[in-house]
């Protein structure tokens, strides 16, 4: 099973830019497809992002499309969500995922193999 901790949340203001991250351990990193995933207050948790393997492949919320960048680090064992022209209704705990299945399935939130913690992102406008 891999164990993921995620960082870089805080208080920004809207237009400014935060990078977060999502350190990965315990299994090999390149076997999982990641993701992101958001959850705002009284709202359900729902997708941002995710990304392939070798990093070939990524898909995007209609939300974020253009502002959210999801990349990874495969030697650094390191998934990341670089976040710019972020906006108040992006305020949100965000969470990486990881499925060793496939790619196209992590949009469904389902088959998940492993969540992170959650980092906070405030937006204040």
């Known amino acids: 099973q891999v164990q993921l901790v995620e960082s870089g949340g805080g208080l920004v203001q809207a237009g400014a830019s935060l990078r977060l991250s999502c350190a990965a351990s315990?299994?090999?990193?390149?076997?999982?497809?990641m993701g992101w995933f958001r959850q705002a207050p009284g709202k359900e948790r729902e997708f941002v992002a995710a990304?392939?393997?070798?990093?070939?492949?990524?898909s995007y919320a209609d939300s974020v499309k253009g502002r959210l960048t999801i990349s990874r680090d495969n030697a650094k064992n390191t998934l990341y969500l670089q976040m710019n022209n972020l906006k108040p209704e992006d305020t949100a705990v965000y969470y990486c995922a990881a499925t060793s299945a496939s790619f196209s399935g992590v949009a469904a939130g389902t088959n998940l193999d492993a969540w992170g913690q959650g980092t906070l992102v405030t937006v204040s406008s």
């Open positions: 315990g299994r090999t990193f390149s076997r999982y497809a």
């Open positions: 990304i392939s393997r070798g990093g070939s492949s990524t």
